[in-house]
């Protein structure tokens, strides 16, 4: 599996702008399709947004479209979250998680095998 490394969280006010990176090693990047997941204390781990192993489709939860940009550079092995116009609800731990490309993306958390250790984000109202 990719070994996959978040960073780029903190603490930011309501309407602030925010870019999440998840660096990959050990598995070619790019036979992966990427994902973003979130999850809030005490609630289930949500889909956020994901994007195909070479980057031509994009998938986003109805709560951050238009808002988050995900995008990816298989260069430079890195996944990005470009998030605008940040709400307190968007609060949560952001997981990036990886999908071998054999078969379709999905919005599913059980589907992906790789994840990283989750970088914290909070928006403060």
């Known amino acids: 599996q990719v070994q996959l490394v978040e960073s780029g969280g903190g603490l930011v006010q309501a309407g602030d702008s925010l870019r999440l990176s998840c660096a990959a090693s050990g598995r070619a990047f790019s036979n992966y399709h990427m994902a973003w997941f979130r999850q809030a204390p005490g609630k289930e781990r949500d889909f956020v947004a994901a994007i195909t192993w070479l980057g031509t489709s994009t998938y986003y939860a109805d709560s951050v479209k238009g808002r988050f940009t995900i995008s990816r550079d298989n260069a430079k092995n890195t996944l990005y979250l470009h998030m605008n116009s940040l709400k307190p609800e968007d609060t949560a731990v952001y997981y990036c998680?990886?999908?071998?490309?054999?078969?379709?993306?999905?919005?599913?958390?059980?589907?992906?095998?790789?994840w990283g250790q989750g970088t914290q984000v909070t928006v403060s109202s």
């Open positions: 998680a990886g999908k071998q490309k054999w078969g379709v993306i999905t919005t599913t958390p059980a589907d992906f095998g790789s």
